[in-house]
């Protein structure tokens, strides 16, 4: 089966994609030509409730209203980060400068739920007591006003009810290959 349709007017491409459409655990994109080419910024979402601290590292983090200014975030339905913010309804995006490569690394690996990701960076707390890592070039607060399972994930949506430019500097870009095993 092709996954290629042809468009008039559109010059025909030989096709990446080797699934089946909608077959369960079939990828449409087994090149993942998305991941290597859409540009997506690397962010970590932290949330508090009570003692419970959690942090992630994530790069499928994007704007969703400008008015009201809303954001959007993947989870993956087993991450203990999407648990805490589901009870707290309030999670903290955090734009990384390029220079922080190793505190994306450090939330990027386990769970929060196993080990305090937080040891040995600085962090303050917003009016709403959740968790900013004071060496994000920015981040956005933001209070969750819906969820929605998609696929294998939950998108998470929050509307900004706090921001801050923390620090000049260039923004961190995912790479694949700055994250695997």
Not at 108 to 136: C, E, I, M, N, W
Request: hydrophobic share 40%.
């Amino acid at each position: 089966m092709s996954c290629a349709r042809r468009v008039r007017g559109v010059p025909q491409i030989r096709p990446t994609c080797q699934g089946t459409w909608g077959k369960e655990g079939t990828t449409l994109m087994p090149e993942d030509v998305e991941a290597r080419t859409f540009p997506k910024g690397v962010y970590v979402i932290t949330s508090q409730w009570g003692d419970r601290r959690a942090g992630m590292t994530a790069a499928w983090v994007t704007r969703v209203s400008a008015a009201p200014a809303m954001m959007v975030v993947a989870f993956h339905r087993g991450s203990y980060t999407r648990e805490v913010i589901g009870e707290s309804g309030w999670f903290v995006i955090h734009a990384l400068p390029e220079s922080e490569l190793e505190l994306a690394r450090c939330f990027g690996r386990g769970s929060s739920r196993s080990r305090d990701k937080f040891a040995g960076f600085d962090v303050a707390a917003t009016s709403h007591g959740q968790p900013v890592l004071t060496k994000a070039m920015a981040f956005l607060e933001c209070q969750v006003v819906r969820s929605e399972d998609v696929g294998d994930h939950q998108l998470i949506v929050g509307e900004v009810v706090n921001q801050a430019e923390l620090r000049a500097g260039e923004p961190l870009r995912y790479r694949e290959d700055w994250f695997s095993p």
